[in-house]
């Protein structure tokens, strides 16, 4: 099931924001402290705004298993997928025992429904391209690379 965010489901964001940055399979988790570096932390901080929107998954016992979340970030505050001041960056993870079951297509579809309703012109968003599944996720949902940062992460970017 997925159902809108509500304000409990704060902390389990934030344990989504750590989920969804990669680490190659063979190399150390990264620390948690990671949560409170100025460009990782804007992506939940201060949650609650006109243009913070997230979906939960929840497990047949009603417990989160993912989520995917939408934010506007300016130029300023600019995000690893930032295009413009008006598209939203998109953030998303699923549990890793529960990977590979389908919940991140349905959840971002649900995505796009929303944002499309909503009457955003596109969503953006940044992945490793080392990072397979989440890389041919986003493509067959109609994403495109829009550049490459020297880093190696994709800006991706659908048009809604």
């Given at each position: 099931?997925?159902?809108?965010?509500?304000?409990?489901?704060v902390?389990?964001?934030?344990e989504?924001?750590?989920?969804?940055?990669?680490?190659p399979?063979?190399?150390?988790?990264?620390?948690?402290?990671?949560?409170?570096e100025p460009?990782?932390?804007?992506?939940?901080?201060?949650?609650?705004?006109?243009?913070?929107?997230?979906?939960?998954?929840?497990?047949g016992?009603?417990?989160?298993?993912?989520?995917?979340?939408?934010r506007?970030?300016?130029?300023?505050?600019?995000?690893?997928?930032?295009?413009d001041d008006?598209?939203?960056?998109?953030?998303?993870?699923?549990?890793?025992?529960?990977?590979?079951?389908?919940?991140?297509?349905?959840?971002?579809?649900?995505?796009?429904?929303?944002?499309?309703?909503?009457?955003?012109?596109?969503?953006s968003?940044?992945?490793?391209p080392?990072?397979?599944?989440?890389?041919?996720?986003?493509?067959?949902?109609?994403?495109?690379?829009?550049?490459?940062?020297?880093?190696?992460?994709?800006?991706?970017?659908?048009?809604?």
């Amino acid at each position: 099931m997925i159902r809108p965010f509500n304000i409990k489901d704060v902390p389990f964001l934030w344990e989504m924001l750590y989920q969804s940055i990669y680490v190659p399979e063979g190399h150390q988790a990264i620390s948690r402290d990671i949560l409170k570096e100025p460009n990782i932390e804007k992506y939940l901080k201060n949650w609650g705004g006109d243009h913070d929107y997230a979906l939960i998954a929840l497990d047949g016992e009603n417990h989160p298993v993912g989520a995917v979340w939408i934010r506007i970030l300016n130029y300023e505050n600019a995000g690893f997928g930032f295009i413009d001041d008006v598209t939203p960056e998109l953030g998303m993870a699923i549990m890793p025992q529960h990977r590979g079951q389908g919940i991140g297509r349905q959840l971002l579809s649900q995505m796009i429904v929303f944002a499309r309703s909503n009457g955003y012109p596109a969503l953006s968003l940044s992945v490793d391209p080392i990072n397979k599944p989440a890389l041919r996720l986003y493509e067959k949902c109609g994403f495109e690379k829009v550049y490459q940062d020297d880093g190696g992460s994709w800006t991706m970017k659908i048009n809604l």
